[in-house]
């Protein structure tokens, strides 16, 4: 298990991946002329490539001599009508991807940053905000305010967001999502790594959700805002870890999940929390114990489908530490389940095999279906979940490791 | 093949100091004639009383001071003046010297035949450096390429330029001075082919001595084996070996050179011996000191730090933190021609480097934010004992053998907390946790070495020969970073690799020398204890492996008039070496699940040697080697590492073509085609090429020489180096168009020497990159362009 673990570790620290809190696209159905699906897979030669295509429910997906290759490994995002990759070749490296008229891929503007980037939003139309950090010691972490247009920074942001030397703790950021006049960054508190003190990645102290508050556009620090009932929010490289249902309200998720790369693992369980519309704080009243309700599993990863409905990636078995961390595992523990966020309850969607957890979570919303990444060591498919009846259909084979982008782009 | 023979005679007349040019003797494959005046080739043979060809003396013709040897076969070629008459002087330690004075109208197209009497040796005065006839039997049957060093000691080149220059052979540089290099030889590069000095594995050196600083001045000779590798040179190497021959024979000589060249370089080296005939007490002294600055310039696209973007113009700037310096200094005593003793040394060596980085070694381009402090720095401490005797108690035994112990510490340190840009200034403690190229590290690593290796060879008369080799290879590691908890724990407890190899093998020749075989065995012991730790170090795990294989392989080789063929099959193992199991701290992560390569490795050559005025040498070599678990390196910035392939298939054909007229015009021209395979059906990746390997390459050499009198002559050389383009990637993954490329290259080089005093003196002057061409390593970083370097040399040995 120790080896598995580093070799996740390895493989974990290999980039500088960046966290996107994807906005939900189901608010204009693209015309199916206009659009096209665009898909990141990671080559069986471990070389990430970004090609387009045509059908995410059957055939295969190839990146055999098409597609863009990409320098580094890399992480894909939605930007709007642009996929952001960032990774690490030289430098830590964003580049914008369009879809040109001819429907092929266009290679935009990069970026350059100082600082690894962890997590990003698309604030509105004209801002990105990603937020980079260091990995282990007493550092300001930086919130990038980068202008789409033309991919530059046009400000930085110096901040801790929450950071405890008495207790030997640094904040690592999981997710940001601003609405309306306030940003929201989520963070789990991780040891510093100093000598002597508390290693890197260990969560001694988790047992409590933590957002930083900041004002928009100006980013100035407003507070924390904690709750005591679950764990820190989001996992490391979670794209998700803050989402905004059709009502303004915002949900959060909290694995407590050992397997998702927390150690000691927290004691509070799994489950979701509110802000709600208009509200700067979590809401007193509401609390989905998803372990309870789910008969035991954790959130790993969880994809607001619409409609009050949480795509929920589980943990099955919670014994290992990082487990969840290997899309071509061999001892695959995720499975996949439908969380109703009013009724609290949890169906299982038994059609999806138990497979390997991603770095974040590979996922289009589109036209009310959900398209996923279900893979394991023999390899991966897009599978396409409907939230409504709880139940998917395997859809198109990647050739390849893995899918680690879906997206949808407009001509 | 190649042997070293040492011809001291009875000095004759007054010419014992033109023989010192002899002494780097080889006479195969030489890319450079010797120097001489002549207008015809006229063939001749020396024989001995019962009229079999004598191998390997040496002839001194006057007035012309030619100076040759005899081939195996007895054969020599010589340059005969219109009109006049030569002195021959023959020479060898099995016979009574001969003199004689011909006419040279007297010579007619028909062979010179020179008969030799026998003599009754006196081992303590004729003084044999010439490798047995069982070595030769054993050496003959392998696919090796000889280059003579000699006529590259005049100029300022190092050994990785003399060694690119064969056919099959590609080094690829990543910089300048002292930046690392990756040596492949017929596909197969990294540690699958050895590197030895005289014998003993390079490694032990550390990072401080390495091919390319390593001065062509205390060469004799390097020996490149493509594919299967004589036991004796008994490492688990894959592809095949280089080993490098310094100077051994028993003289008193002082050999130094200075060299001043672009980017600050300086090279000194101070090669020396003393020797005392009668005692057979010698004292041994190689130093050299290098240093460059390496700030050559390069083109950058600046990065606007406040908004992250980079310059659309690029910007040509000086590297500014890239400066390397070495040292060695290496002494022995001991006893040289003794009947006790070919000879016995003892030797201490010091050697140490430091090395600045100016980016990330494995980023891909030119990094946005330099580095301005992190560094590398190795030390190394060794002794050794060696040990050579040729006749044992009887003729027929030979022994040699080494011990050598290494105690090295090496550094590698990047925690500057400042952001530089690249005009070298900087922003002070904006990054207080990280280094200047990922996580803080100051790692210190201790390495303990034992080398040994003995080896013994017994002639079973004059057609056969047996020989037995055992080597070990036993290194321990441990170190600390203060910063690092991975390393820390990585490297609390010493990480053991042991290796050791056994090899025994049988030769045979027949049909009068012309059919000669060589076959043998290999056992290989590997044993690794280490550590494996976890990203922040709080866990470790044990990791212990012992294997043991088995490897084999024939060689053969047969001869008729101009023309011979070689064959040679190996199936050869290679362990993993200790820097790719756990890396190098900084930049490249551990990998203890490495698996050994194992390799079948099959060589056809064939060789056309014809000699006269014009002169004309063409060989082709193909090789095919059937590779599992290939170990590749895989640059990922500060986590690269190494791991396994499958199954890799390498095919390929090199060619080499001379041409001379009359030594005073060579021009050669080598170039490889390779093709190395994915050869793992089960992959979606079969039958692609492995990625980041030149394929196609060559090389062009001109070299003209001008005897400007009877002493001092003049020297005119380019090389011209072409590398094909090729994918830094996969090549089938992702549209062509998309795809990173290392582009095609060519560069020139012009060098020009000129010698005084037959040798004692030499300058040269080397243009390199004349044209100044942008040129990039592996990782499309920037080489230098255009660099100058001029180099004097001065040799004196006294007679004896």
């Known amino acids: ?127 990105m905000l990603a937020v980079g950090t260091t990995r282990a010691g007493y550092e300001d972490r930086t919130i990038y305010v980068i202008d789409k247009n033309n991919m530059a920074i046009s400000k930085r942001v110096l901040t801790r967001i929450d950071e405890r030397q008495e207790e030997g703790l640094v904040a690592f950021p999981t997710g940001i999502y601003r609405r309306g006049n306030q940003v929201f960054l989520s963070y789990y508190l991780m040891g510093s790594g100093e000598e002597g003190g508390i290693p890197a990645f260990a969560t001694p102290n988790s047992n409590q959700a933590r957002i930083a508050v900041y004002s928009y556009p100006d980013l100035v620090f407003e507070g924390l805002i904690t709750d005591d009932r679950t764990s820190d929010i989001g996992v490391y490289t979670a794209v998700t870890a803050i989402q905004e249902t059709e009502n303004g309200d915002l949900y959060t998720f909290s694995t407590s999940s050992n397997a998702s790369g927390f150690f000691p693992t927290p004691t509070n369980p799994s489950g979701f929390l509110r802000i709600k519309a208009g509200a700067s704080d979590f809401d007193e009243d509401y609390f989905f114990n998803f372990e309870q309700a789910s008969g035991g599993l954790k959130i790993n990863n969880a994809i607001y489908a619409g409609n009050g409905k949480m795509v929920v990636r589980t943990i099955t078995d919670d014994s290992g530490l990082w487990a969840a961390y290997g899309p071509n595992t061999e001892t695959p523990i995720c499975g996949l389940a439908i969380a109703d966020l009013t009724t609290k309850t949890v169906t299982v969607v038994n059609d999806v095999p138990l497979h390997g957890g991603e770095w974040g979570m590979a996922h289009l919303v589109h036209e009310g279906k959900v398209y996923i990444n279900v893979s394991d060591s023999r390899g991966g498919h897009i599978y396409q979940v409907d939230p409504e009846t709880a139940t998917a259909e395997k859809g198109a084979h990647i050739d390849g490791h893995y899918a680690k982008g879906i997206f949808v782009l407009n001509k | 093949m190649k042997f070293l023979v040492k011809i001291t005679m009875t000095p004759i007349k007054n010419q014992s100091y033109k023989l010192l040019l002899l002494l780097p003797l080889v006479i195969c494959e030489t890319f450079l004639p010797l120097s001489t005046i002549a207008q015809n080739a006229h063939q001749a043979r020396v024989i001995d009383e019962k009229g079999i060809g004598v191998s390997f003396a040496s002839i001194l013709i006057e007035p012309s001071g030619e100076i040759l040897l005899s081939d195996e076969s007895g054969y020599f070629t010589f340059h005969k003046p219109p009109k006049g008459s030569l002195t021959f002087t023959v020479s060898h330690l099995s016979f009574i010297a001969f003199e004689k004075n011909i006419k040279a109208s007297s010579l007619e197209n028909q062979l010179l035949l020179i008969k030799l009497q026998p003599k009754n040796i006196e081992l303590d005065q004729v003084i044999i450096r010439g490798k047995s006839e069982a070595t030769q039997l054993r050496e003959a049957a392998y696919a090796i390429e000889v280059i003579e060093a000699e006529s590259f000691k005049k100029s300022s080149v190092d050994v990785n330029q003399i060694l690119g220059r064969i056919s099959g052979v590609n080094i690829r540089e990543n910089g300048g001075l002292g930046s690392s290099f990756n040596l492949s030889l017929n596909g197969l590069s990294g540690n699958r082919v050895r590197t030895f000095i005289n014998g003993v594995p390079m490694d032990y050196f550390g990072n401080s001595l390495t091919l390319n600083n390593f001065p062509a001045n205390q060469i004799e000779a390097i020996e490149v084996y493509k594919g299967a590798v004589p036991i004796h040179l008994s490492s688990d190497a894959l592809g095949g070996a280089v080993n490098i021959s310094l100077k051994q024979q028993p003289i008193t000589f002082l050999d130094a050179s200075y060299s001043v060249g672009s980017f600050n370089t300086h090279k000194a080296a101070v090669n020396g011996q003393w020797h005392h005939p009668k005692s057979g007490l010698t004292f041994r002294l190689k130093s050299f000191y ?131 840009d690249w005009f070298g200034n900087y922003e002070p403690n904006v990054h207080p946790t990280t280094g200047e190229m990922g996580r803080k590290t100051n790692f210190q690593l201790n390495r303990e070495n034992w080398l040994g290796n003995f080896n013994t060879e ?106 011979q063929l070689k064959a040679s099959f190996e199936k050869a193992y290679r362990f993993p070496e200790y820097y790719e199991l756990f890396g190098d701290g900084l930049n490249v992560i551990p990998n203890q699940n490495l698996q050994a390569e194992e390799s079948q490795n099959y060589n056809l050559g064939f060789r056309l040697n014809k000699l006269g005025s014009h002169s004309i040498r063409a060989e082709l070599n193909t090789f095919m080697r059937d590779t599992k678990n290939y170990i590749r390196f895989e640059p990922r910035m500060n986590r690269s590492r190494y791991i396994n392939d499958e199954a890799v298939l390498a095919k390929g054909l090199d060619l080499t073509l001379n041409y001379a007229y009359d030594n005073t015009l060579n021009v050669n021209f080598s170039g490889t085609y390779q093709s190395l395979k994915n050869n793992d059906k089960a992959s979606a990746l079969y039958q692609d090429r492995i990625p980041n390997e030149p394929y196609l390459f060559g090389n062009l050499s001109l070299i003209y020489q001008l005897p400007l009198d009877d002493r001092n002559e003049l020297s005119f050389a380019t090389t011209h180096r072409y ?62 362009g255009r660099a100058y370097s001029l180099k004097s040399r001065i040799y004196l040995q006294k007679n004896q």
């Open chain 2, 290 to 420: 290098n240093q460059s600055d390496n700030d050559y310039k390069v083109n950058v696209h600046l990065l606007d730090y406040e908004t992250g973007k980079l310059a659309e113009e690029s910007t040509n700037v000086r590297r500014f933190h890239d400066a390397y310096q070495s040292n060695m200094v290496w002494a022995e005593a001991g006893f040289q021609n003794k009947s006790f003793a070919d000879e016995l040394m003892l030797g201490f060596l010091h050697s140490a480097n430091h090395n600045e980085f100016q980016q990330s070694p494995y980023a891909t381009g030119i990094s946005a934010f330099p580095t301005g402090e992190a560094f590398s720095k190795t030390q190394s401490k060794i002794g050794n004992l060696s040990y050579r005797k040729k006749g044992l108690l009887t003729k027929r035994l030979n022994v040699a053998g080494y011990v050598v112990y290494v105690s090295g510490q090496d550094q590698m340190v990047d925690i500057s907390p400042h952001r530089y």
């Open chain 2, 458 to 563: 017994y002639s079973l008369g004059e057609h056969h020969g047996l020989a037995f080799n055992y080597s070990l290879n036993q290194l321990s590691v441990q170190g600390e970073d203060e910063f690092q908890p991975q390393n820390n724990t990585q490297f609390s407890e010493p990480n053991e690799v042991r290796k050791d190899v056994l090899g025994l093998s049988y030769s045979v020749k027949a049909l009068h020398d012309k059919w000669k075989t060589n076959v043998f065995g290999k056992k290989y012991l590997y044993e690794l204890n280490a550590v494996e730790a976890s990203y922040d170090g709080s866990s470790s795990e044990e990791v212990r492996i012992f294997k043991q294989n088995n490897g084999l392989g024939i060689a053969s080789t047969y001869v008729f008039g101009d023309i």
């Open chain 1, 1 to 127: 298990m120790k080896k598995q673990t580093t070799f996740l570790l390895s493989v974990l620290s290999l980039t500088a991946v960046l966290l996107w809190s994807c906005e939900s696209d189901e608010t204009a159905t693209p015309d199916l002329k206009e659009a096209q699906f665009v898909v990141a897979v990671e080559a069986a030669t471990g070389t990430d490539v970004l090609l387009t295509v045509d059908d995410l429910t059957t055939g295969e997906i190839s990146p055999m001599g098409q597609g863009v290759e990409q320098p580094a490994w890399m992480t894909f995002f939605s930007g709007g009508d642009q996929i952001i990759a960032t990774g690490y070749t030289s430098d830590n490296i964003s580049t914008a991807y369009n879809l040109g008229a001819d429907g092929n891929l266009l290679t935009g503007e990069t970026l350059i940053t100082d600082q690894g980037i962890y997590a990003a939003t698309s604030a509105d139309e004209e801002v």
């Open chain 2, 723 to 784: 590398v094909h383009e090729f994918y830094f990637q996969w090549p089938s993954i992702a549209n062509q168009d998309s795809k990173a490329v290392i582009p095609s290259q060519l560069t020139h080089n012009i060098e020009l020497t000129y010698v005084r005093k037959k040798g004692r003196l030499s300058f040269s002057f080397l243009i390199a990159n004349i044209m100044d061409a942008e040129v990039f390593d592996n990782l499309n970083q920037p080489k230098p």
